[in-house]
């Protein structure tokens, strides 16, 4: 028996408490999944952790302005974004969409436009995925259902290993550095761990990986920089006596010591 879909999240990011009620009433009667947040700063962590499938942003926020939020937002994640504000005025829609929104809804609102509102660009960010279903070796991913199987039988992964298979599957042939990474999956404060990235590739080869000690579709590339490479050759050959008549050994060179260069290459190639 296959499992149920599960419902779509909406965050809703409004510091009024009635706005908010008002909301998990209209969204949950229409089968979404609701979760709330009173202020910019911790709507954005949400986002961060929970990867809702989309924002409904207030921009009247009392410590983070909702434009600033969006533009925050825009930085490391599309999630699509339904601006809800009691400002009507044409400059304020227009700075809102040129900040990342994808659409504007003026308070007072109507129950049936807040939702054909929150269907549009739900769909349109789906059919921006360029296919539902993707293949490698023996694993496939649904991203309508967010089910993975391998030779037929279901895979389970938690949210995070989820959002990090979806992330290299939809970047298929790319390579993706682990800053990108992190950004995209926990924020722009998360960029320096490095050991999350370790932890959930390893978790990945291991469910989905023939030979996990010998990954095929999850690898990682240390990415040398041409400049760095040349500065060491440049101090290997001040730093001795070469001799002309022995051929000179570049592989007693150290390689220099790289910060931030890793990358991660998605599978699908």
Request: aromatic share 6%.
């Amino acid at each position: 028996m296959s499992a149920p879909t599960p419902k779509p999240e909406v965050l809703v990011i409004d510091d009024e408490v009635q706005i908010r009620r008002l909301l998990r009433l209209t969204l949950e009667s229409a089968g979404y999944a609701v979760r709330d947040a009173d202020a910019g700063q911790l709507g954005l962590n949400e986002i961060a952790f929970r990867r809702p499938d989309a924002v409904i942003l207030d921009l009247g926020l009392p410590d983070l302005p909702g434009l600033e939020s969006a533009q925050r937002l825009r930085e490391w994640s599309q999630v699509p974004v339904l601006i809800l504000s009691v400002r009507g005025q044409e400059s304020d829609k227009v700075s809102a969409l040129d900040a990342g929104a994808d659409d504007y809804l003026t308070k007072p609102f109507g129950g049936a436009e807040l939702l054909a509102r929150l269907r549009v660009i739900l769909r349109r960010a789906q059919n921006a995925e360029e296919t539902a279903e993707i293949r490698f070796g023996p694993v496939e991913v649904d991203l309508v259902r967010r089910t993975v199987t391998k030779g037929g039988q279901e895979v389970k992964l938690t949210p995070k290993e989820y959002a990090f298979l979806r992330l290299l599957a939809t970047h298929q042939g790319k390579v993706l550095t682990h800053r990108q990474i992190l950004r995209e999956l926990w924020g722009p404060k998360a960029e320096d761990q490095t050991h999350y990235l370790r932890v959930h590739m390893a978790h990945l080869r291991q469910k989905l990986e023939d030979e996990p000690n010998q990954p095929k579709y999850f690898k990682n590339r240390i990415r040398h920089r041409l400049p760095l490479l040349r500065r060491a050759i440049a101090s290997f050959l001040r730093s001795r006596t070469v001799n002309r008549a022995a051929p000179l050994d570049l592989f007693s060179l150290k390689p220099p010591r790289l910060h931030g260069g890793g990358t991660v290459t998605s599978p699908l190639r």
